[in-house]
């Protein structure tokens, strides 16, 4: 038996009822206030074709569907549950301005001689992002006098 829709203008309220296609135009009992209601046309509807193997919503709107999300253009290779729109890889995080700033410091005291690492080494502009990534502290190194006959390592 079908669905059909009823339209109550004493409570102003739709409600959906099971029947027979032959009674479909014959009014319905309200189920709040029991009195009659007519038929309308249904409020909602929601259809899908099939073109070109992918599933489209009625009326056409141009768009795909793949996995239930829509999209503008078909897959045309990869892996069949993969869609460039949908599985988009994740953006690289951004460096905080903090970080850049601190890394164009480390820089510049590399380049002035003046960066060391944990153990006292002196640090080139090069073996910056090294040392960053084996977890070796890097900072300043102490001001030494004029008159320090050590020479800095």
Not at 89 to 108: I, L, N, Q, S, Y
Request: charged share 30%; proline share 11%.
């Amino acid at each position: 038996m079908p669905l059909y829709e009823y339209f109550c203008q004493t409570c102003n309220g739709v409600f959906e009822e099971l029947r027979p296609m032959r009674e479909s135009s014959d009014p319905v009992p309200c189920p709040q206030c029991f009195k009659d209601a007519p038929r309308i046309m249904p409020t909602s509807f929601t259809a899908f074709t099939f073109r070109e193997g992918y599933p489209r919503r009625i009326p056409d709107d141009g768009k795909y569907y793949h996995m239930g999300q829509k999209v503008t253009q078909l897959v045309s290779s990869g892996l069949p549950n993969e869609h460039p729109e949908i599985n988009k890889k994740a953006p690289k995080p951004k460096k905080a301005k903090g970080e850049v700033t601190e890394r164009v410091e480390m820089e510049e005291a590399a380049w002035k001689g003046d960066l060391v690492d944990s153990y006292g080494f002196q640090i080139k502009p090069k073996d910056i992002d090294e040392q960053l990534e084996k977890g070796h502290e890097l900072r300043q190194a102490t001001p030494r006098a004029a008159n320090d006959p050590k020479e800095f390592p």
